[in-house]
């Protein structure tokens, strides 16, 4: 099972998903109100409600997942579904996982921003309209995080940046994400777990990952050298074998 992060969608695992496929049964999904699906209620795109969203889907499709990858965000969710007892995989993969609150003046600043902009319905139209008129604005977004993406994932980015309701769910989600509670349960967290940091990300860099180690001592911590925030996107081959070798699965 694989879950993208904020403000992404299901074609940020485009070059890992088919290498995995060869292996696995693979399940990717857009989150609710990301990519193109349809816009659910600011309060049903809190972490625990996202993470009842996502149970709801493998009941549906009656899938049992034993390894369960999340980028950013969606290892959030994982772990929130592991703790809720909505899935219960053997192995559990956090990329650049987004585990913690922030901190400093972006945690004390963070979550106000988000709903002050999440209120404004104005927002999201004006943003969407400036990535379709300015490509080099996205493409800037894109380096912040680190990583360096080809011409052709950019612009993926730029296509689902120019949808006000995929910003509009994005918004609402940072707006409503409340990271203390899962902070507190973090370490009664049963699967395996392996916390996989990019040393050049500038999202959530590598020590986030060993903030996290501490409170999962049980955990394993790798750092990925030579990629951002969307190293799984820049590395996929390097990330497939990786998952490989933690999973048991590789040649």
């Known amino acids: 099972l694989l879950i993208h992060g904020t403000a992404a969608a299901t074609h940020s695992w485009g070059g890992l998903l088919p290498m995995l496929a060869q292996r696995h049964t693979v399940v990717a999904l857009d989150l609710p109100g990301h990519g193109f699906t349809s816009t659910p209620a600011p309060t049903d795109l809190c972490l625990p409600c996202m993470a009842r969203g996502v149970g709801a889907l493998m009941r549906e499709l009656d899938m049992r997942?034993?390894?369960?990858?999340g980028h950013?965000?969606?290892?959030?969710?994982?772990?929130?579904?592991?703790?809720?007892?909505l899935i219960e995989p053997r192995l559990l993969i956090s990329l650049s996982g987004a585990?913690?609150?922030l901190r400093g003046f972006a945690g004390k600043w963070f979550s106000p921003a988000a709903k002050l902009m999440a209120r404004n319905s104005f927002l999201p139209r004006f943003v969407a309209n400036g990535a379709?008129?300015?490509?080099?604005g996205v493409q800037r977004l894109v380096d912040g995080t680190g990583s360096s993406l080809t011409p052709d994932?950019?612009?993926l980015y730029r296509l689902l940046i120019s949808s006000p309701g995929h910003l509009a769910a994005a918004l609402n989600m940072m707006a409503n994400w409340?990271?203390?509670p899962l902070r507190d349960e973090l370490p009664r967290l049963t699967p395996e777990v392996l916390l996989v940091a990019f040393d050049n990300d500038k999202t959530v860099p590598p020590e986030e990952a060993e903030r996290a180690h501490r409170l999962m001592p049980k955990a394993r911590v790798q750092i990925v050298r030579g990629y951002g925030h969307l190293g799984h996107e820049e590395a996929p081959q390097r990330i497939a074998e990786l998952i490989f070798d933690a999973a048991g699965t590789d040649d």
Do not use: F, N, Q, T
Not at 65 to 69: F, G, K, L, Q, S
Not at 72 to 85: E, F, N, Q, T
């Open 65 to 69: 997942p034993e390894i369960v990858v």
């Open 132 to 136: 379709k008129k300015d490509p080099k």
């Open 99 to 101: 585990l913690l609150p």
């Open 72 to 85: 950013s965000a969606g290892a959030a969710i994982l772990a929130r579904m592991c703790l809720d007892h």
């Open 178 to 180: 409340d990271l203390e």
């Open 153 to 155: 994932a950019v612009d």
